[in-house]
């Protein structure tokens, strides 16, 4: 099965017995399930297309779950991180959730705590996806735009009227309406507050 084809929980600890006990009540579970002994291993192995979440280890041997998750992120890797361990504590937890972690878990694990973390991560993941899906969308549209185009757009977006437009490119405001109504058909919105909403998300990434 191709690792794009459907979500998985990817373990990372160190801990054999861990390990294998959570890659079986997971997979009992339905989920399909790509266990790691390292977080070595984990880099070495995994894509940033496969979709999943990561159930991570903070302390073991070599790169430790922070490192991981640091790593992950540096390289724009959104993978959703629930973090356990045996060894927790305010600021340990606050420093993965800072960076990002949907939840801390302290072992002895609560398995239903684990599961229900899991499916708020698979949702986050989903939605991640789609929001970088519809970004990469917006992009390739916005290169279709002309030079003056794309200067009435870069106005509309510093909050500039069509009058302001106008005086500043030299042009009616009936012209800059015209280059909305053409911006808006390139960019397949329907509405010019829409696209500027996602033109100024895109810039915030």
């Known amino acids: 099965m191709n690792p794009t084809d459907s979500p998985t929980i990817f373990i990372v600890d160190d801990d054999p017995a861990i390990r294998d006990s959570l890659a079986l009540y997971l997979g009992l579970k339905g989920y399909r399930i790509q266990p790691f ?8 192995t995994y894509r ?3 979709p999943g979440c990561l159930v991570l280890d903070l302390r073991m041997a070599g790169m430790d779950g922070l490192t991981l998750q640091a790593t992950l992120k540096e390289r724009g890797m959104e993978l959703p991180i629930i973090v356990i361990t045996a060894y ?12 990002g972690a949907v939840d ?23 939605r991640l996806r789609a929001e970088g899906a519809s970004q990469a969308a917006l992009q390739e ?11 009435v757009l870069e106005l509309v ?9 106008a005086a500043q490119l030299g042009i009616s405001p009936r012209t800059v309406e015209v280059y909305k ?4 058909e390139k960019c397949q919105v329907q509405r010019f507050p829409e696209l500027v909403r996602l033109v100024l998300k895109s810039q915030a990434a």
Do not use: Y
């Not at 002994?37 to 984990?42: G, N, V």
């Not at 878990?105 to 599961?115: A, Q, S």
């Not at 977006?157 to 437009?165: A, F, K, M, T, Y």
């Open 48 to 50: 940033a297309d496969w």
């Open 141 to 151: 549209r916005l290169t279709r735009l002309t030079d003056r185009e794309r200067e």
């Open 157 to 165: 977006v510093l909050g500039c009227h069509n009058r302001e437009i």
């Open 181 to 184: 109504a053409r911006i808006m």
């Open 88 to 99: 927790g504590d305010i600021a340990t937890a606050r420093n993965a959730l800072k960076g």
């Open 104 to 126: 801390f878990i302290e072992k002895p694990i609560d398995v239903e705590l684990l599961t229900r973390a899991i499916s708020e991560a698979l949702a986050l993941e989903q």
């Open 37 to 44: 002994a390292s977080a070595e291993d984990f880099l070495a």
